[in-house]
T-cell receptor, first 110, second 111 residues
Framework: EDQVTQSPEALRLQEGESSSLNCSYTVSGLRGLFWYRQDPGKGPEFLFTLYSAGEEKEKERLKATLTKKESFLHITAPKPEDSATYLCAVQARGDYKLSFGAGTTVTVRA | EPEVTQTPSHQVTQMGQEVILRCVPISNHLYFYWYRQILGQKVEFLVSFYNNEISEKSEIFDDQFSVERPDGSNFTLKIRSTKLEDSAMYFC?????????FGSGTRLTVV
């Protein structure tokens, strides 16, 4: 069974204070690893898909990286509008579904 | 930017009643999904739908649940006899094969 573990559960940052979120995964052949942002009461909003170890993707203040066992989401110089829950999910080869982690809730104070 | 539309945004129903949650996926997507998220818990997979049939379903998706694509644009999730534990956010998602787009969800409250 696919397993996704995210840490920490919660992260409180000062505006401008860079940090990283971790996503450890176990899957029988990775098709893709996904990062989503979720605001309270809303659906997950797509950020990145990573397909192979060593791959990196960037979008504004966010950068996602992937190894064979984990992925990191780096937040550089965060702003209050980056406050959200960040979800990691994996899709196994030959599979249709995503298996999600519990998320990391990031709060950025001005 | 194309989006997945879900209606209603919030539904309150009595235990034992049937509910239908509706979704309009992105028009050129071929894969359709339902997920749910109980308050404070992980997003959980319910069912995937491709080529007018269920391609995969989870243990949660028992005989009380059904999905349908009644026309070329809508995708529905029916819960035949709701239980208190069905209270959750239900998300529809669609995919072209790479990446998913999720809707904003329907909050289902069973009383």
């Amino acid at each position: 069974e696919d397993q996704v573990t995210q840490s920490p559960e919660a992260l409180r940052l000062q505006e401008g204070e860079s940090s990283s979120l971790n996503c450890s995964y176990t899957v029988s052949g990775l098709r893709g690893l996904f990062w989503y942002r979720q605001d309270p009461g809303k659906g997950p909003e797509f950020l990145f898909t990573l397909y192979s170890a060593g791959e990196e993707k960037e979008k504004e203040r966010l950068k996602a990286t992937l190894t064979k066992k984990e992925s990191f989401l780096h937040i550089t110089a965060p702003k209050p509008e980056d406050s959200a829950t960040y979800l990691c999910a994996v899709q196994a080869r030959g599979d249709y579904k995503l298996s999600f982690g519990a998320g990391t809730t990031v709060t950025v104070r001005a | 930017e194309p989006e997945v539309t879900q209606t209603p945004s919030h539904q309150v129903t009595q235990m034992g009643q049937e509910v239908i949650l509706r979704c309009v996926p992105i028009s050129n997507h071929l894969y359709f999904y339902w997920y749910r998220q109980i308050l404070g818990q992980k997003v959980e997979f319910l069912v995937s739908f491709y080529n007018n049939e269920i391609s995969e379903k989870s243990e949660i998706f028992d005989d009380q649940f059904s999905v349908e694509r009644p026309d070329g644009s809508n995708f529905t999730l029916k819960i035949r006899s709701t239980k208190l534990e069905d209270s959750a956010m239900y998300f529809c998602a669609s995919s072209s094969g790479y990446g998913y787009t999720f809707g904003s969800g329907t909050r289902l409250t069973v009383v």
